[in-house]
């Protein structure tokens, strides 16, 4: 960020008074520019033994493997925002979503909601994804996923389906994990 | 948005090729600004009986009553979030928090997570309230609450503690219920 976007006056980087961490501040209007985490909100669409996996059409991570995922909008609910990107991304409905995997990642500030359903009907790839497919836990690429927060939420899942008690698990991801996929942080 | 934050060019207001809403454009630079909804962490510290409620000092809802929260920072998780605000608004620390009611207010861009856990130790009022105290279910100040996503994490807590059974509640809430608060939308 170097200017504001509400005058157009160049910004600073520094602590607002009775701040306690510095944001982009313009002297010009008095604007602080706070910056949030994003929430990444998809789906686990599962069929029988089966789960449903994207190809990734674009990058980051073309190529690889995901659940459908993506940017929650302003305007609508997590949920919705989840069905949507599988609707977008595998031309797919899931029903009776429940929020399965809540994966906090600090230092790219984003917050994954992964909702876990049954696939219903058919499936398709989207714009944004070059196939879609089901998997057996066999099946799956998994050195072939394109983000760690996939590879967990696949984990929890079979894990858990062994067991047969499926739960919310909350967890993190640090920067350390993130490098495995992508070789440098 | 008014002008671009990165080189400073006015933006526009428009749906850039291959999407589906409209965004903020900068036609001399070629960024285009996302905006997405905010996370609000907090908690719901209980101690036997009660639970702890803090009185606003800062606008909005001044004066009215709201559990710890607050928007969630870059760089923090959702957990590490809920506890640092009730920290700053409550002098007051929570063990064991587990998740409780995700609440999405499509209207506003939010996206409230509040944690249940037991208030362990002392509390005062931080800087954002005027005091902060403990109430059973009869003592809350229900008609004094700051937001509706605080009277409805409240009752599914007392509704649940009868049945003795506490689970997640995922939730909305929209610009109607929002009204009975705030007068208008």
Redesign the interface.
Known sequence: ????????S??RFAVPE?DD?PR?LCDACGTI???????VAGTLPVAGERVLLCRRAISPRKGFWTLPAG??????????AALRETREEARAAVIEPS?YT?I?L??I?Q?YMIFRGELEGDYAAG?ESLEVELFTESEIPWDELAFPTIERTLKHFFDDRRRDAFE?H?S?IGAEERERYFGSA
């Open positions: 960020m170097n200017y504001c976007s509400h005058c157009g160049a910004v009775d961490r982009f520019h706070y910056q949030n985490p994003r929430i940017y929650m909008e302003n305007g609508e609910t997590v949920e919705e929020l809540l906090s600090p230092h500030n917050v714009p919310l909350l993190r």
